[in-house]
């Protein structure tokens, strides 16, 4: 092997998994993550969509970092008698960082809509279709970790995808 393709090809762990899954699983694959992108997706579905575009991100990275500040504070707060206040803040602040990293997607999205156009509906329909792609995905590689066949995996990703928007309906019509 070359060092060209050496320095490309993915070196797995004791588990199997490359760095990149590794890395993917860290901050994609996680409950707060998933968590997060569910009820960022829902802010995103209840902002009005009447309203100009810079409102309503402006409400939905603002409700983002309530949410990511009320993951640490809670993190904390139940790690605190374990770690120390400081161990524990610092242990919340790294661990809720999921929360962020997942909902990046959607945001990303909803900023580069913006650039193309002032229609807010547009706007969150690139969030929203980002979401269930991101959803999707998890979906699709948690099968792929069982050694799934490939028609199993899709139907995964497809099943997640849609789990994922009814569960973000059940709160938005809740809200």
């Known amino acids: ?10 070196v797995p762990d004791a588990a199997g998994h490359s760095r990149l899954q590794r890395w993917f699983d860290n901050r994609f694959r996680t409950p707060v993550a998933i968590y997060g992108l569910i009820v960022y997706t829902t802010v995103v579905l209840i902002a009005d969509e009447e309203g100009p575009v810079s409102e309503m991100l402006a409400i939905a990275i603002s409700s983002l970092i309530v949410f990511y500040l009320a993951h640490v504070f809670a993190h904390t707060l139940s790690d605190h008698g374990r770690h120390g206040l400081g161990a ?4 919340a602040f790294v661990h809720s960082l999921g929360m962020i990293y997942a909902c990046a997607p959607s945001t990303i999205a ?10 807010a509906g547009d706007v969150q329909d690139a969030a929203i279709w980002t979401a269930l792609a991101m959803l999707a995905v998890l979906g699709f590689s948690a099968y792929a970790r069982t050694g799934a066949k490939l028609w199993v995996r899709l139907l995964g990703a497809v099943g997640t995808a849609l ?3 009814l569960v973000v309906m059940l709160e938005f019509l809740l809200h």
């Open 110 to 119: 909803m900023i580069i809509t913006a650039f193309f156009t002032t229609d």
């Open 163 to 165: 789990l994922g928007l």
């Open 88 to 91: 524990a803040t610092r242990l």
């Open 1 to 10: 092997m070359s060092e060209d393709t050496a320095a490309i090809t993915p």
